[in-house]
């Protein structure tokens, strides 16, 4: 099983970025903590990280043409108004899990609802990088 992970705009500061919200561990710190548990589960992991939003549909269609079995995305910001990534992730018809670091429920209003989630087969929120794994997990189990 191939998974992509996805992680958008700010994700690449985490750690220097607001910790008390989103603690001190770095995207780096994440990606070796999530290829770790990947491998105890047998799933083959690959990254990528953008500040840009058609960089993440571009990837998100490439996805397509490698034919990944899953995603995970974390979409950042993009989470509140992008439809291009609703529409990207609705194209390209592959499981997609949202996963975000904080419990955005809980944040202000604007983060309080996500045009992406409903194309994507679940949203994991508020768990830390724990929700990566959860995701992972939830793959594992298909």
């Known amino acids: 099983m191939n998974i992509c992970i996805i992680n ?37 992991v690959t990254f990528f990280q953008s500040n840009i939003e058609g960089e993440i549909v571009n990837k998100l269609q490439q996805c397509y043409h490698d034919k990944v079995d899953g995603i995970i995305i974390n979409p950042g910001a993009f989470t509140h108004y992008s439809y291009a990534l609703t529409d990207a992730i609705k194209s390209i018809n592959i499981d997609t899990v949202e996963v975000h670091i904080s419990n955005i429920y809980k944040r202000e209003e604007f983060r309080q609802h996500s045009v992406t989630a409903g194309s994507c087969v679940g949203v994991i929120s508020g768990f830390g990088v724990c929700g990566y794994k959860m995701a992972l997990n939830y793959f594992s189990s298909l």
């Open 8 to 44: 958008g705009p700010n994700l690449n500061f985490l750690g220097i970025r607001e910790p008390e919200i989103y603690g001190k561990t770095t995207l780096i710190d994440i990606t070796e903590q999530i290829t770790s548990h990947a491998k105890s589960l047998g799933i083959d």
